[in-house]
């Protein structure tokens, strides 16, 4: 069937790499919220307010990538009280998916009853099942799901490609000074990239979790990931897992979750995962990385791992994921 996706983004300046940023963004949530890919779009149809003349949106959308359907924009009329320097598009996709419509910066303001934004933020120790949690609670909710480890993960890959030790907190520090890491959303899924590089399938190796952990106590680090996982989380209703998420990334988020289990069974659930991506590790030794990663990421100095007061607890050691997804999902439909 077809459907007619919305969406409007605005710019502060009328200036093209204004445009060309808002253009993208706005596609690129549109994409990963609808499933989009080249074949299912028909038409994507562009107009922006008489008061941008620096840059055609469909030319910015061009030049981001979203060139497989025909592409148009026009110039709306200069009506009397319409949000300054904005930017609508109007996405004809096939799909049997109902729309999922995304405003974004001050176009937000357009559509209160759908953009009311909120952000649930899941911690918890290694193993604990935040991520698969977030990941499928995201995508009931129909919104995105940011994996911060990914991030602090991207900056160890980083220091491995430098050549740097991960206790060599000047040399790290260097190293991610040059880096650029972000994300983007592919078919709803998070990859992350180093360097423009999509980085995705290095990230999930023992040496890197150890890694993570190890660059993760530097302020450094620290600030250059919290700042990403922030300005992602104020432009979109997210669900995002990590360690201070509740506590320092986001005390303000309207969701707070803490999720934990033995050091016993997180173990066993980690071989469970390394068996599926045929990584083969003793059990000692797994319970032993998982350890030694928990006392690090409780004990270091800046945002530890700790549970925020306000956050609800989970103890998911007899619960499958399905339950933890039920217990969670039961707070968020009271509260919403
Ligand atoms: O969630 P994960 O296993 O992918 O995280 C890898 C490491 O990154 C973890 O041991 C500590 C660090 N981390 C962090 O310090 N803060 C976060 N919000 C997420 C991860």
Redesign the pocket.
């Known amino acids: 069937m077809l459907i007619a996706i919305r969406g409007a983004t605005t710019v502060d300046n009328d200036v093209s790499q204004e445009i060309k940023v808002a253009v993208k963004n706005l596609l690129d949530e549109i994409w990963a919220k609808n499933s989009l890919h080249g074949k299912n779009v028909t038409a994507i149809i562009f107009s922006n307010t008489c008061d941008l003349h620096s840059y055609y949106p469909a030319k910015a959308a061009r030049e981001a990538g979203y060139f497989s359907a025909p592409l148009f924009s026009a110039a709306e009329p200069d009506i009397y009280g319409a949000l300054p320097k904005c930017i609508r598009v109007m996405i004809l996709a096939e799909s049997s998916e109902k729309p999922v419509h995304v405003y974004q910066g001050k176009a937000v303001s357009l559509r209160k009853d759908i953009t009311a934004k909120f952000n649930v933020a899941i ?1 918890g ?3 604990s099942g ?2 698969t949690v977030a990941s499928l609670l995201a995508e009931k909710l129909k919104v995105l799901h940011l ?7 991207a900056c ?1 890959l980083a220091c491995v490609r430098a050549g740097v030790d991960f206790k060599d907190e000047k040399g790290v520090k260097e190293a991610l000074s040059r880096a650029c890491i972000s994300i983007s959303y592919l078919g709803g899924a998070q990859h992350t990239y180093l360097d423009g590089e999509d980085v995705t399938a290095f ?2 190796t023992p040496e ?3 890694g ?2 190890d ?3 530097y302020q450094y680090v ?1 600030n250059k ?2 700042d990403l ?1 922030r300005a992602f989380a104020e432009k979109n209703s997210c669900v ?6 509740g506590t ?2 986001l005390p303000a988020a309207e969701f707070k979750f803490f999720l934990t289990a033995s050091p016993k069974v997180r173990a066993e659930r980690r071989m469970k995962e390394n068996a599926l991506k045929g990584i083969e590790q003793p059990f000692d030794e797994v319970l032993k990385e998982i350890q030694e ?1 928990d006392f ?2 409780k004990n ?1 100095k800046f ?1 530890p ?1 700790k549970q925020a007061e306000d956050a609800i607890l989970v103890d998911t050691d007899n619960l499958t994921v399905e339950e933890v997804l039920a217990v969670v999902e039961k707070y968020i439909q009271v509260k919403i």
Request: no cysteine; proline share 2%; charged share 30%.
């Open positions: 911690d120790p290694a193993g935040k991520s994996d911060t480890g990914a991030t602090y993960r160890a990230l999930r890197i979790s150890m993570a952990s660059v993760s106590v620290r990931m919290v996982q995002l897992d990590g360690r201070d998420i320092n990334v990663r690090q990421d270091r945002a791992l």
